[in-house]
């Protein structure tokens, strides 16, 4: 990929770019997303623009309907906007063609997901291993990069577990693992603690921001849980379809949060 260095070049200096964060490596400008149900319509988003960081742990949170899954969705090539762009490293993500577009996915973006989505019937070893064989990586090079990730969130020891034989904290490892695969720019987590207890869910939280800080990808969480302020260099309130508020997740106070704004 080409890189536009209008888009990909420091991005001035304003109240919610974090500190010593100034390269744009995701922008979204004036999304909107329509949904047709029958005669009725229905705006999820109502032209949302957004700067990512390279290098940053961003929160995206909102009570539920208020459009934050639709906004995260646009931002990982998971959904096409009605309106409005996404640009990835510079490109107009949804102008690319689809087999570019699938290789951003394959190969710059990993994705956490809430439910894991581990397939039953592979090992730890062999779900971490599958992204690698789409993108072509020989089998003893794929096995010994998987191997090293799982070592690197803890769970060395449970290569040839399969999901039913390993904890929800552990599944998620995995999942986290995975998304490491193939070395990705960009590390979507949609509600990566939302099936954990609150111990299991800090010591997730606590692992993606070590590996925020340690591999320096970019992590983007659209999430409920308070816990993740802490984490978070800044937090993105999504409401009504719009941008509420951006705070950064030392700024921001838990009481200012309304049960509103709790909720999924």
């Not at 500190?19 to 032209?47: C, F, M, S, T």
């Not at 949170?61 to 990835?88: C, H, R, W």
């Not at 409401?239 to 509103?260: L, N, P, T, V």
């Amino acid at each position: 990929m080409t890189t536009n260095p209008p888009l990909a070049s420091p991005a001035p200096s304003r109240p919610d770019n974090p500190p010593g964060l100034a390269e744009v490596i995701i922008r979204a400008e004036n999304v909107k997303k329509l949904y047709r149900i029958g005669d009725e319509q229905l705006w999820a988003l109502k032209g949302i623009s957004l700067d990512v960081y390279r290098g940053e742990f961003i929160s995206i949170m909102g009570p539920s309907g208020s459009g934050k899954s639709t906004f995260f969705n646009q931002l990982g090539a998971l959904d096409v906007p009605t309106e409005g762009k996404v640009y990835f490293e510079g490109e107009s993500l949804f102008d690319l063609p689809e087999d570019m577009q699938a290789w951003v996915r394959c190969n710059q973006i990993g994705y956490i997901f809430q439910t894991y989505n581990l397939i039953s019937v592979m090992s730890a070893l062999q779900n971490v291993m599958l992204p690698m064989v789409f993108q072509g990586t020989s089998k003893e090079e794929a096995t010994a990069r998987a191997s090293r990730i799982l070592e690197r969130v803890g769970l060395g020891h449970r290569l040839d577990h399969k999901p039913f034989e390993l904890s929800g904290g552990q599944q998620q490892r995995v999942s986290i693992a995975r998304a490491l695969a193939n070395t990705p720019a960009v590390i979507l987590a949609d509600e990566p603690t939302g099936n954990l207890d609150t111990k299991t869910g800090a010591e997730i939280i606590q692992l993606l921001k070590d590996l925020n800080r340690a591999e320096g990808v970019t992590i983007i969480c659209a999430t409920h849980d308070k816990k993740m302020l802490a984490s978070s260099d800044r937090v993105c309130w999504v409401r009504d379809g719009q941008i509420d508020r951006i705070a950064s997740g030392a700024e921001f106070r838990i009481e200012d949060m309304d049960a509103d704004h709790l909720g999924r």
